[in-house]
């Protein structure tokens, strides 16, 4: 990350992606032992993204 309160990344080669999954709770569950995994890392951050806002950003709610 450039900063580590945003979410402009800084190399788009080295993404990690963890998965797709079907619902918000077993992402965050994947999100958070990812997260907990990678802890000592300031550099290093894991967001759930939400696929449709990036299909259909407008109707982003």
Do not use: C
């Amino acid at each position: 990350m450039k900063d580590p309160q945003g979410l402009e990344f800084e190399n788009l080669d080295e993404i990690h992606v963890v998965g797709v999954y079907p619902d918000f709770a077993t992402a965050k569950t994947a999100w958070k032992a990812e997260a907990q995994r990678t802890v000592d890392d300031a550099l290093t951050k894991y967001v759930v993204v939400h696929l449709h806002r990036l299909l259909e950003p407008e109707d982003a709610s």
